[in-house]
T-cell receptor, first 115, second 115 residues
């Protein structure tokens, strides 16, 4: 398994501002992902964070709105840009290591409220 | 296209009794993995159990077991001897193991354990 930490754990932000969420893993992992969970909904994949290159975004998500960095195998950031109340969600970092049982682990999440 | 269906928005169970949470899936790929996650009110996603499409036996992890019926494309989670701490959202998920790591999630089932 992997121990994943996220910062901040929660935040309340004003419309039009940006927030950067950090994800730190205690071991080198192959894959890192960012998910969004809107209130009362299931999880939706935003993007796969690729080390040293641009993230791979899912349909409906763009780099200008959700820029992602992954400078090494244990760390990634997700920025939610120009926020609106519709961005109020839980944002979850997730990791997996190819070659094992393909189990995917999740961080504790960042609970974001946009006013 | 892959799809995960959880038809029970909410379930109630008496403490110490067993409960089954339903999950059906649809995929044309022969190689896939099925997962169950627990999400308590804190928001963290906790991995519970994994079943590979080629596994001959049903997966078990402590009080959790997965009733895998491949022909019916169902992967129900059975929780034995329910505890108050089992009250949470439960998500069924699936991933195609041949390529990529995109995991899709069901809508979830909220379990309430009564004392």
């Amino acid at each position: 398994s992997a121990v994943i930490s996220q910062k901040p754990s929660r935040d309340i932000c004003q419309r039009g501002t940006s927030l950067t969420i950090q994800c730190q893993v205690d071991s080198q992992v192959t894959m890192m992902f960012w998910y969004r969970q809107q209130p009362g909904q299931s999880l939706t994949l935003i993007a796969t964070a690729n080390q040293g290159s641009e993230a791979t975004y899912e349909s409906g998500f763009v780099i200008d709105k959700f820029p992602i960095s992954r400078p090494n195998l244990t760390f990634s950031t997700l920025t939610v840009s120009n926020m609106s109340p519709e961005d109020s969600s839980i944002y979850l970092c997730s990791v997996a290591h190819l070659g094992e049982t393909d189990t995917q682990y999740f961080g504790p999440g960042t609970r974001l409220t946009v006013l | 296209a892959q799809k995960i269906t959880q038809t029970q928005p909410g379930m109630f169970v008496q403490e110490k009794e067993a409960v089954t949470l339903d999950c059906t899936y649809d995929t044309s790929d022969p190689s896939y993995g099925l997962f169950w996650y627990k999400q308590p009110s804190s928001g963290e996603m906790i991995f519970l159990i994994y079943q590979g499409s080629y596994d001959q036996q049903n997966a078990t992890e402590g009080r959790y077991s997965l009733n895998f019926q491949k022909a019916r494309k169902s992967a129900n989670l059975v929780i034995s001897a329910s505890q108050l701490g089992d009250s949470a959202m439960y998500f069924c998920a699936m991933r195609d193991l041949r390529g990529g790591f995109k995991t899709i999630f069901g809508a979830g089932t909220r379990l309430f354990v009564k004392a």
